[in-house]
Each structure stands twice: as C-alpha cells, then as structure tokens.
C-alpha cells in the first residue's frame, strides 16, 4: 500500500509561482503512475496532469499545459508539479493520486490511493 501525502499549497497573486509535491509513505513510486487532478468548490473533481514513473512520460490537461510542469525526483522519491503563471481559475484542492497498475491514464477510476489534498488560492 501507498499513501500519497501532499505538500507546497498556499495563496499567490495572479501570475505567481507555486510548487506542489507529492511524497510517498509506505513504498517507492517504482512501477506506478502519479498523477495531480484538483477540485474547486461545487466543481468535479478534474485531471491535472500525470507522470509514468518507469517512462518519464507525462500528460497535461489543456486548461494546464504550458503553464505547468510535472517532475519526478527519483532519489527524494518525489513528484512534484510547477505551476507557473497561475490565474484565479486554478484556485482548488490539489490531490496526488497513485495507479499502482501503472497505465497512462486521465481518469479519476484509475487512480487508487488518493493524498488528503492540499489548497490553492489565486487572487486577482
């Protein structure tokens, strides 16, 4: 079993920089998937973007992509997300979610240990 514990959320103006990481507690992330989907208050929740630990391969959500980054960090045993040039309509929960099978995938249903989440607020 892993247990993904999230960390880095926190309040920045429009245009700031935030850094979100994801640790494991129990096991390494060798031959997963972690991926970061996020929810805003009275919105489903949605997919953020995804990294396949083994590959390297990652994907983004349109509404994300250019302006966020995921990475892994093999020796913390880390993922972490860069979020650039944020705007106010990223202000939600941000969850790290684990697919201990390891497929590549967007969906909420391939995930299976999910982190307590952490907030992002962006102010106009």
């Known amino acids: 079993q892993v247990q993904p514990v999230e960390s880095g959320g926190g309040l920045v103006q429009a245009g700031g920089s935030l850094r979100l990481s994801c640790a494991a507690s129990?096991?390494?992330?060798?031959?997963?998937?972690v991926g970061w989907f996020r929810q805003a208050p009275g919105k489903e929740r949605e997919f953020v973007a995804m990294?396949?630990?083994?590959?390297?391969?990652?994907y983004y959500a349109a509404s994300v992509k250019g302006r966020f980054t995921i990475s892994r960090d093999n020796a913390k045993n880390t993922v972490s997300l860069q979020m650039n040039s944020l705007k106010p309509e990223d202000t939600a929960v941000y969850y790290c979610?684990?697919?201990?099978?390891?497929?590549?995938?967007?969906?909420?249903?391939?995930?299976?240990?999910w982190g307590q989440g952490t907030q992002v607020t962006v102010s106009s």
């Open positions: 979610a684990v697919d201990t099978v390891g497929r590549s995938s967007t969906a909420r249903y391939a995930y299976n240990y």
């Open positions: 129990g096991r390494t992330f060798n031959n997963y998937a």
């Open positions: 990294i396949n630990w083994n590959s390297g391969s990652t």
